[in-house]
Nanobody, 122 residues
Framework: VQLQASGGGLVQAGDSLRLSCAAS????????MGWFRQAPGKEREFVAA????????YYSGSVKGRFTISRDNARNTVYLQMNSLKPEDTAVYYC????????????????WGQGTLVTVSS
């Protein structure tokens, strides 16, 4: 599985961005998809995850209510809509695939995209 993340950029606090992650392969609809982020000097952290059907979503406490994860299985794409962005959201955002149940734990994800940089200025 290959993943290509896009949509990052430089925005101001309070703005919105939508990240996309396109996946290769014909079994996308059977995978859990997750978004993680890594800020400079910090460890990678969980942001959001979505079940294979899209019916279940998980969010970290720091983004719940501001970010929305969704997927379009017909397009092999997962999205992360980010609203009310804050400077502390600045990070490289990664999408990842898990061939199992939904999880917060990055160690359980099997494939990773290359990341897309989001910078939020104050």
């Amino acid at each position: 599985v290959q993943l290509q993340a896009s949509g990052g950029g430089l925005v101001q606090a309070g703005d919105s961005l939508r990240l996309s992650c396109a996946a290769s392969g014909r079994t996308f609809s059977s995978y859990v998809m997750g978004w993680f982020r890594q800020a400079p000097g910090k460890e990678r952290e969980f942001v959001a995850a979505i079940s294979s059907s899209g019916g279940t979503t998980y969010y970290s406490g720091s983004v719940k209510g501001r970010f929305t994860i969704s997927r379009d299985n017909a397009r092999n794409t997962v999205y992360l809509q980010m609203n009310s962005l804050k400077p502390e959201d600045t990070a490289v955002y990664y999408c990842a695939v898990r061939r199992g149940g939904i999880s917060y734990n990055a160690d359980y994800y099997d494939y990773w995209g290359q990341g897309t940089l989001v910078t939020v200025s104050s």
